[in-house]
């Protein structure tokens, strides 16, 4: 009995499997098939919390927003992909990069929408303005076309993944 | 200066115009004076945590931008009852609006008359002020003008590389470099375009841009009496995009001949200005040792605490104290500085995501502590970190004898800091203090940009780190949820027994969830 997941981290995949040692109270855990190691985790329902690998301690916290997964050890903050055994499978796209769709990449008002319906965009073109917390952050088109809607006015508030522009891309006609 | 307030009024009540951390900062220092505090607060800021650290709070309406609005702050503390503002940093606190309206009410202003306030919120007048009292200020532009022509005819006599600034400006907004001449009028003509957008006033004056250049400030506090008090300089050349994120006294630049001068020139400045309570003097410090007045921060600084770790003051106290007639004390024009200090802004902010500013619920929050660390903090686990505002979330401070230990304590504050929910800065401060240059002390305003263009190491990770994240996070992804967490997700597959009243826990998990071989 045991679990396999797939995480990526600092954009590398690795694929865990964990097998609870039911006698030793212990979780033996091996990565991309590699030597297994023994952790003792905080208790049997606890992940936040010290872990123990033999004598040696881990501080671990690890929080669950929405369907993301936070994680900080010894203070170091790593930040995670969740890929389920399922979804592990010819998931290229990157999360947020959706064909001919422009979406906000953070919560906060739409200070400026840079472009128009009729437009012609690069990857690199800065089509609209958010602002949070006092900072202005720049929401570049990522792909190439032509836009074709705009679907917020400047002073909204906008979410984090909200479709700011759509395009009509080479793929998308 | 003139000062209709009487000299001597003992302050009962505070009003607090602010809010976060330097809310709660203020209202530590006002329960140990006994003095009653009322916050006002916006909606964004409704039921927040550090509202709990008041006597009293009031509503400042349905504007989360109140805090910016003279008229809702005066109404709401003259309801209160309240006999001062406090206006923390930031918002209103160098408005001379604020301040005028107080005089005006009879309400005890902490922080400098209105006069000073427009003598110094008028960066060209400053430093004519600065000028004419032999202050050395960085070349430049005495009067700003909205005329672009005038602007580009200094600027030709100046020289590149130069720096545009907004008369009404700050923040760096409506600032500009030009490397080059030929640049020069299309970069006036935007950062005019910018100012009217921002200020409504396209005024302009110009700065020889100096580089490479420290930014080293001067403690001041001065009385109704005509005293004032130098105490020490911070180093705060650590900045991104003009937002400090290191500072430290004393300045590893500034030694015992140099320190003299400069707080000379600071007290100067103070006095010719008739400078009360809590400021800054800034400065700018080139490689040949020579320092230029840069700008007065006439409010209390954000990196305030270094300050008073070093001098074993507080100086909202005397903010508070000189505010209400009392002079300077031989126990601040006396007291001598120990060790060293520096401070670490904890920003709700992804560093790995281009420093993208991160609002939302802390689900997670442990602070450091120990000796010889302060934690000035506005959040507690629960808090939603609004969009609306400043994403500063804590202070960590440390003090030892010497940089060295001070450093080392900082780091290792800074590992002990664990905030999840919303990004953080932590983990980058703790990598730019381990940077070989720093430990060396040699700093100045590019150093984060060199960084940058280096690129921070990435720390590999390896077993059993790599091992224990992982398994970590697998186990977490199938943990029961805790109510903090928030909503469901409906994207995670959750099992059923994954429910929060399952009486099992990730072991009946993984029994649960066999996956076929």
């Keep these: 009995m045991h679990v396999t997941h797939t995480f990526s981290i600092q954009g590398v995949r690795h694929a865990v499997q964990v097998d609870a040692q039911e006698e030793k109270g212990t979780l033996r855990v091996s990565v991309d098939g590699e030597q297994a190691l023994d952790f003792t985790p905080p208790a049997r329902n606890a992940v936040t919390g010290t872990w123990l690998l033999g004598p040696k301690v881990f501080r671990v916290a690890v929080a669950r927003i929405g369907s993301r997964l936070e994680l900080a050890l010894n203070g170091q903050r790593f930040p995670l992909e969740p890929s389920t055994p399922a979804a592990s499978q010819g998931s290229k796209s990157q999360p947020g990069t959706r064909p001919g769709i422009i979406t906000a990449p953070m919560h906060g008002k739409l200070v400026e929408l840079c472009v128009l319906p009729g437009d012609r965009v690069e990857p690199e073109t800065v089509v609209a303005v958010l602002e949070a917390m006092k900072s202005r952050v720049g929401v570049r088109a990522g792909q190439a076309g032509v836009v074709k809607t705009v679907t917020h006015e400047p002073g909204e508030q906008v979410a984090v993944g909200d479709t700011l522009v759509e395009l009509r891309t080479e793929r998308s006609g | ?517």
């Excluded at chain 2, 000035?376 to 808090?383: I, K, M, R, W």
């Excluded at chain 2, 720093?438 to 960084?451: P, S």
């Design chain 2, 1 to 517: 200066m003139t000062h209709q307030q009487p000299a001597r009024a003992p302050i009962k009540k505070l009003f607090i115009a602010n809010r976060g951390e330097i809310a709660v900062r203020i209202a530590r220092t006002c329960r140990h004076l006994g003095i009653h505090t009322v916050a006002g607060f916006t909606p964004p800021d409704a039921g927040a945590n550090y509202l709990g650290w008041m006597d009293e709070a009031a509503p400042l309406g349905q504007d989360p931008r109140a805090y910016l609005d003279v008229r809702a702050i005066m109404d709401a503390a003259l309801n209160s009852g309240a006999d001062a503002i406090h206006p923390g940093y930031g918002f209103l606190s160098e408005r001379p609006e604020l301040a005028a309206a107080c005089l005006e009410k009879g309400l005890i202003f902490v922080g400098p008359s209105p006069d000073v306030l427009r003598l110094l919120g008028d960066k060209c007048a400053a430093r004519r002020l600065a000028r004419d009292i032999g202050v050395p200020v960085v070349p430049g532009s005495f009067h700003s003008v909205a005329d672009v022509s005038l602007l580009e005819e200094q600027g030709r006599k100046l020289g590149p590389p130069l720096l545009i600034k907004a008369a009404a400006g700050g923040g760096g907004v409506g600032m500009r470099q030009v490397h080059s001449p030929d640049l020069l009028p299309q970069a006036l003509e935007q950062a005019a375009g910018e100012a009217v957008a921002a200020f409504g006033d396209g005024s302009l004056y110009l700065e020889k841009l100096l580089a490479p250049v420290r930014h080293v400030e001067v403690q001041v506090l001065g009385d109704r009496h005509g005293t004032v008090a130098a105490l020490g300089e911070r180093e705060c050349s650590l900045q991104r995009r003009h937002q400090k994120l290191i500072e430290e006294s004393p300045s590893p630049a500034v030694d015992q001949h140099l320190r003299q001068p400069l707080s000379r020139a600071a007290l100067l400045l103070a006095r010719a200005a008739g400078y009360q309570g809590a400021g800054t003097v800034e400065f700018l410090l080139t490689p040949d040792g020579r320092f230029h007045f840069l700008e007065v921060n006439a409010r209390l600084q954000v990196e305030h605490p270094v300050t008073e770790a070093r001098f074993g003051l507080d100086l909202v106290e005397w903010q508070i104290r000189v505010a209400a007639g009392e002079p300077l004390s031989p126990a601040v024009l006396e007291t001598k500085p120990r060790g060293w200090a520096m401070e670490a802004r904890i920003y709700a902010e992804s560093p790995e995501r281009g420093f993208m500013p991160s609002p939302g619920r802390i689900v997670h929050l442990e602070l450091a502590g120990g000796p010889g660390i302060r934690v000035d903090s506005g959040v507690a686990l629960g808090t939603v970190v609004p969009l609306d505002y400043d994403p500063i979330l804590a202070k960590l401070v440390a003090w030892a004898p010497s940089r060295e230990r001070c450093r080392k304590r900082l780091s290792q504050a800074l590992s002990e800091t664990v905030i999840l929910g919303v990004a953080s800065n932590a983990h980058y401060l703790r990598r730019i203090l381990d940077e070989p240059s720093f430990v060396r002390g040699e700093l100045d305003t590019k150093f984060l940009e060199r960084l940058h263009d280096v690129g921070l190491p990435e720390q590999d990770l390896d077993p059993p780190e790599r091992e224990l994240i992982l398994a970590a996070a697998a186990m977490g992804s199938v943990a029961p949820r805790r109510p903090l967490d928030g909503p469901p997700a409906p994207s995670l597959p959750v099992p059923r027994s994954a429910a929060p009243s399952a009486a099992g826990g990730p072991w009946e998990l993984l029994n649960g969830l066999r996956v076929p071989e």
